[in-house]
């Protein structure tokens, strides 16, 4: 097998299905053996350089994707995120290096807007709390919140929000948005007001964000953002930890700002810096936590991984991927 073909797989749970399509297409595949808990992200650019050295494609979860570690691989030519982000992958660099990064459009919708759904029921309704609760022995019943004809605030109408609101219609909820002018006739259609993002916060009994991280969407959710939401209300998150001020949402869960949030992202994630306060978050009453899961789902991960791997296929072929899931070409 020439190494032109080796496809180097650094992310967990990658199925058979998925490496069946790449082998058929004449790829050698190698999927790395990380240590248990550990992820490509923890890999160093060292680590990664190695573990890449001869591959022409990269099917990677949330491993940093510098400009140094894609300099050292003048084989590699594609990079196909298994994911929807890809703050993590240095496009420019991608581009000047004639390099395709792809990312698994379509995928993860249903397994993360079910996730931000799920975050938003049992942070409402209390259930970590009131189950830690019971286990030592305190049966109290804690009141909740419905989400039933709440207000509902979407950051972000992009595939994994038009997949919330869905859902949402079945609790009757009145939903607002923030979100770019391509979402206008979606928002038409569904009865969603769009507004900017004070009023969706000063509004909004649920705040739920799925936004990508950008320069401008930065620590959106800063401690003056969240000073301007009820004292009821609950934020989620299931995009990426850095849209959000994790210390200024500590001090505000703390003190009574808002009422709770449910989390599946965190700054400590890209800064191990913030470990700390990820801990502090995670530990109390009012926060319901996972660890980066909302797409971690048996069908997620498939829908994810056959995507990616069709993507790695494509262009090694010499074809173009699907538009929506191409978001760096530089092919020329």
């Known amino acids: 097998m020439s190494a032109s073909k080796r496809v180097v797989v650094s992310q967990r749970f990658f199925d058979a299905e998925a490496r069946d399509l790449l082998e058929a297409a004449g790829c050698e595949v190698v999927e790395a053996e990380l240590p248990p808990g550990q992820a490509d992200g923890g890999l160093s650019p060292e680590a990664l350089i190695e573990l890449l050295d001869g591959a022409a494609g990269w099917i990677v979860g949330q491993a940093h994707v510098t400009r140094e570690v894609q300099s050292a691989l003048p084989d590699l030519q594609v990079i196909s995120r298994r994911g929807v982000g890809y703050d993590r992958v240095d496009l420019e660099a991608a581009r000047d290096l ?19 759904l799920a975050l938003m029921l049992a942070a409402g309704h209390r259930l970590p709390e009131t189950q830690n609760r019971m286990k030592s022995g305190d049966w109290a019943i804690l009141q909740g919140m419905d989400l039933t004809r709440k207000t509902v605030g979407i950051i972000g109408l992009g595939r994994i929000g038009r997949s919330l609101v869905q859902r949402l219609r079945g609790f009757e909820c009145e939903i607002l ?59 989620v998150n299931t995009a990426r930890g850095g849209l959000v001020d994790d210390r200024a949402l500590l001090r505000a869960l703390k003190d009574g700002t808002i009422a709770a949030a449910g989390l599946d992202v965190f700054q400590s994630e890209s800064d191990p810096g913030y470990r700390p306060v990820t801990d502090e ?52």
Not at 184 to 211: K, M, Q
Request: aromatic share 2%.
């Open 98 to 116: 004639g390099k395709v990064v792809c990312i698994a459009a379509g995928g993860n919708d249903a397994a993360v807007a079910d996730h931000t």
């Open 281 to 332: 978050l995670i530990a109390l009453p009012n926060v319901v936590a996972t660890p980066h899961a909302g797409a971690s789902t048996r069908e997620g991960l498939a829908r994810t991984n056959k995507v990616a791997a069709g993507c790695v296929v494509d262009v090694l072929a010499g074809r173009t991927p699907p538009e929506q899931c191409v978001v760096a070409d530089g092919r020329g």
């Open 177 to 235: 948005a923030l979100s770019s002018p391509s979402a206008e006739t979606f928002a038409a259609d569904h009865g969603i007001e769009r507004v900017e993002l004070d009023a969706l916060l000063t509004r909004s009994d649920y705040v739920t964000l799925h936004a990508p991280l950008k320069d401008a969407t930065r620590m959106m959710i800063d401690e003056a953002a969240l000073a301007r939401m009820k004292n009821t209300a609950i934020l």
